[in-house]
């Protein structure tokens, strides 16, 4: 087959795109219930990873070198496709039924999956341009999804406003790249660094710091988070979940691909941008998140800060570094999605629960849901045997072998004071009296389903965490 048309490539996206083009025509001619259409979704989603792992290992190229279906594309996939699959789940809960009343909804976040794709697999700026503007198209959409109520409208509005600046800041980045070495293909870029001086060339520069900037939007580093908190507590609570993990991913697999593969290894030029960018990052979002007494708005400033955990382990840059950015985007996927669906649950239909004050008492109305939080808020702050644990552990220990000692101090400190606002939901839990009576029920085996796959994917990532950190090493090399 000719490698510039080999559909093998992009196969997981095309299942992906047809499904949700599926889903679209049954709802405009036979309107099926909603539980039809999450099962068809869930078939697109496990077909997409059959593909996925179908070419596992084969590193092919298409469409003249646009995109690539390489391991590392191919283990972010599964992370979206993770992501995806546990909040198609969590939608299906009462609480949020009483407004996803739309099938759409599932076909969005689809076509949102698909955007992720093709960020993690393109080998050119234009690919990766495309596909976030795929998946921010797709996530506008999906934060105003709440049609009624006029905070979710507001969040939708902000995010695309901000998010336009963004992409308006990206795409003047890749031209000036473009301008300064007469291709947006990553290896040809990669080859002009090589040959030529950047610091000579002030036009290459700015076109990188200008793509830091869109790409750090995505990801929400600090000082471009801005958007994070409102849209986060605006947006429904399994899109909310959705936007912190499978999002958050696809931003730095662009970053990863876009770092690794065109600086070649020009270290010097950029880690010290970084370096400030994960201080600012981390500590920002751990001392917004202590004054917050809102749980989803305290986890989106939490969301802050562990962008700036990820970013200590691509300063590193080494093998263990980028392997452990991975690891991390996976155990964080599980156990980000977790707590955002416990809140979710809790909702009732004409009220959100979401003040800390509200989870007063829960160990003792509804204990397995309050042992369920407590084990995503211990490895959202890093405590063992726990999943967040290991992967913080595999970041510092990269850093420290970069030579970046101080940057780990300050990580490890961050890393404390995140303990005050997560230990703060288990005491308000298990040592405080009820304020509220929880009569609502996980009635629905699919949300059982996602939770169940949450708790299970944060202890068994922080109890058996070797042989999928070695396997992420062995992929990264493909990068460095």
């Given at each position: 087959?000719?490698?510039?048309?080999?559909?093998?490539?992009?196969?997981?996206?095309?299942?992906?795109?047809?499904t949700g083009f599926v889903i679209?025509?049954?709802?405009?001619?036979?309107?099926?219930?909603?539980?039809?259409?999450?099962?068809?979704?869930?078939?697109?989603?496990?077909?997409?990873?059959?593909?996925?792992?179908?070419?596992?290992?084969?590193?092919?190229?298409?469409?003249?070198?646009?995109?690539?279906?390489?391991?590392?594309?191919?283990?972010?996939?599964?992370?979206?496709?993770?992501?995806?699959?546990?909040?198609?789940?969590?939608?299906?809960?009462?609480?949020?039924?009483?407004?996803?009343?739309?099938?759409?909804?599932?076909?969005?976040?689809?076509?949102?999956?698909?955007?992720?794709?093709?960020?993690?697999?393109?080998?050119?700026?234009?690919?990766?341009?495309?596909?976030?503007?795929?998946?921010?198209?797709?996530?506008?959409?999906?934060?105003?999804?709440?049609?009624?109520?006029?905070?979710?409208?507001?969040?939708?509005?902000?995010?695309?406003?901000?998010?336009?600046?963004?992409?308006?800041?990206?795409?003047?980045?890749?031209?000036?790249?473009?301008?300064?070495?007469?291709?947006?293909?990553?290896?040809?870029?990669?080859?002009?660094?090589?040959?030529?001086?950047?610091?000579?060339?002030?036009?290459?520069?700015?076109?990188?710091?200008?793509?830091?900037?869109?790409?750090?939007?995505?990801?929400?580093?600090?000082?471009?988070?801005?958007?994070?908190?409102?849209?986060?507590?605006?947006?429904?609570?399994?899109?909310?979940?959705?936007?912190?993990?499978?999002?958050?991913?696809?931003?730095?697999?662009?970053?990863?691909?876009?770092?690794?593969?065109?600086?070649?290894?020009?270290?010097?030029?950029?880690?010290?941008?970084?370096?400030?960018?994960?201080?600012?990052?981390?500590?920002?979002?751990?001392?917004?998140?202590?004054?917050?007494?809102?749980?989803?708005?305290?986890?989106?400033?939490?969301?802050?800060?562990?962008?700036?955990?990820?970013?200590?382990?691509?300063?590193?840059?080494?093998?263990?570094?980028?392997?452990?950015?991975?690891?991390?985007?996976?155990?964080?996927?599980?156990?980000?999605?977790?707590?955002?669906?416990?809140?979710?649950?809790?909702?009732?239909?004409?009220?959100?629960?979401?003040?800390?004050?509200?989870?007063?008492?829960?160990?003792?109305?509804?204990?397995?849901?309050?042992v369920s939080m407590a084990?995503?808020?211990?490895?959202?702050?890093?405590?063992?045997?726990?999943?967040?644990?290991?992967?913080?552990?595999?970041?510092?220990?990269?850093?420290?072998?970069?030579?970046?000692?101080?940057?780990?101090?300050?990580?490890?400190?961050?890393?404390?004071?995140?303990?005050?606002?997560?230990?703060?939901?288990?005491?308000?839990?298990?040592?405080?009296?009820?304020?509220?009576?929880?009569?609502?029920?996980?009635?629905?085996?699919?949300?059982?389903?996602?939770?169940?796959?949450?708790?299970?994917?944060?202890?068994?990532?922080?109890?058996?965490?070797?042989?999928?950190?070695?396997?992420?090493?062995?992929?990264?090399?493909?990068?460095?």
């Open positions: 087959m000719n490698a510039s048309f080999n559909l093998a490539v992009i196969a997981p996206a095309i299942v992906l795109a047809l679209v025509a049954l709802d405009l001619f036979f309107r099926p219930r909603k539980s039809v259409i999450l099962g068809i979704a869930i078939v697109g989603l496990c077909v997409s990873l059959f593909y996925t792992l179908n070419i596992w290992g084969e590193n092919q190229f298409a469409f003249d070198g646009l995109v690539a279906a390489d391991n590392f594309a191919l283990v972010f996939n599964c992370i979206f496709l993770i992501a995806a699959g546990l909040c198609m789940l969590l939608a299906m809960n009462l609480y949020e039924s009483s407004y996803l009343l739309y099938t759409e909804f599932f076909a969005i976040m689809l076509f949102a999956t698909v955007g992720m794709m093709l960020m993690a697999a393109g080998t050119n700026l234009l690919t990766i341009f495309l596909g976030l503007e795929t998946l921010s198209i797709s996530l506008y959409v999906l934060a105003g999804f709440k049609r009624t109520e006029e905070r979710s409208l507001e969040s939708a509005f902000k995010y695309f406003l901000l998010g336009a600046f963004a992409s308006g800041f990206l795409l003047y980045g890749m031209a000036f790249v473009y301008g300064a070495t007469a291709s947006l293909d990553l290896a040809e870029i990669s080859s002009f660094v090589t040959n030529n001086s950047v610091i000579d060339n002030p036009l290459l520069i700015l076109g990188g710091l200008l793509i830091v900037v869109g790409l750090g939007f995505k990801v929400a580093v600090v000082p471009f988070h801005m958007w994070a908190p409102d849209v986060y507590q605006g947006a429904p609570t399994p899109i909310t979940a959705f936007m912190a993990t499978g999002s958050k991913a696809a931003g730095f697999a662009a970053l990863l691909r876009v770092l690794f593969s065109a600086t070649n290894g020009t270290v010097a030029d950029w880690v010290i941008i970084l370096w400030i960018l994960s201080v600012l990052t981390m500590s920002v979002g751990n001392i917004a998140a202590i004054v917050q007494s809102n749980i989803k708005r305290m986890l989106a400033y939490s969301s802050i800060a562990h962008a700036g955990y990820i970013l200590v382990g691509v300063v590193a840059w080494n093998e263990v570094g980028a392997a452990s950015v991975i690891f991390y985007l996976l155990a964080y996927t599980f156990m980000n999605v977790g707590a955002f669906g416990i809140i979710s649950i809790l909702g009732a239909k004409d009220k959100e629960y979401v003040e800390l004050d509200d989870f007063k008492g829960l160990g003792f109305q509804r204990p397995m849901i309050a084990v995503f808020m211990f490895s959202l702050a890093g405590l063992p045997p726990t999943a967040g644990f290991v992967g913080k552990f595999y970041l510092f220990t990269a850093a420290v072998k970069a030579g970046h000692i101080p940057l780990v101090i300050i990580a490890v400190i961050n890393s404390m004071v995140s303990l005050y606002y997560y230990l703060g939901v288990v005491v308000a839990m298990f040592m405080k009296e009820k304020e509220t009576d929880w009569g609502v029920k996980v009635s629905l085996p699919t949300v059982s389903v996602s939770l169940v796959l949450a708790v299970v994917g944060t202890l068994g990532l922080g109890l058996f965490p070797s042989n999928l950190m070695q396997q992420f090493q062995l992929l990264v090399n493909q990068i460095l």
